[in-house]
């Protein structure tokens, strides 16, 4: 059974960086797409960037464009999420999960999250 982990978030000031990561283990991670999404308080879950089984093909929410980069290592059973010029509005939990295709709607095996606050 997939079992996904997630590491790396943290307190950061506002124009700041930090790298997510989601750790897999009990499959391989070479058959699914990984999502990363985010919750704030008070509101919805979002879907921040989404990466193809292969890495081939990406896509990001509009809000984190030219920002945030999403990369994998299926060799380290790895998903990376680059965060750069950080915003107070990216404060959230960030959770990953997985999927067959990015554009499939039932994600699963969702992580606990890692908690990201950016604050000066």
């Known amino acids: 059974q997939l079992q996904l982990v997630e590491f790396g978030g943290g307190l950061v000031q506002p124009g700041g960086s930090l790298r997510l990561s989601c750790a897999a283990s009990?499959?391989?991670?070479?058959?699914?797409?990984i999502g990363w999404f985010r919750q704030a308080p008070g509101k919805e879950r979002e879907g921040v960037s989404c990466?193809?089984?292969?890495?081939?093909?990406?896509n990001y929410a509009d809000s984190v464009k030219g920002r945030f980069t999403i990369s994998r290592d299926n060799a380290k059973s790895t998903v990376y999420l680059q965060m750069n010029s950080l915003k107070p509005e990216d404060t959230a939990i960030y959770y990953c999960?997985?999927?067959?295709?990015?554009?499939?709607?039932?994600?699963?095996?969702w992580g606990q999250g890692t908690q990201v606050t950016v604050s000066s």
């Open positions: 999960a997985a999927n067959l295709y990015c554009d499939d709607r039932d994600f699963h095996s």
């Open positions: 009990g499959f391989t991670l070479d058959y699914f797409a």
């Open positions: 990466i193809s089984s292969s890495g081939g093909s990406t």
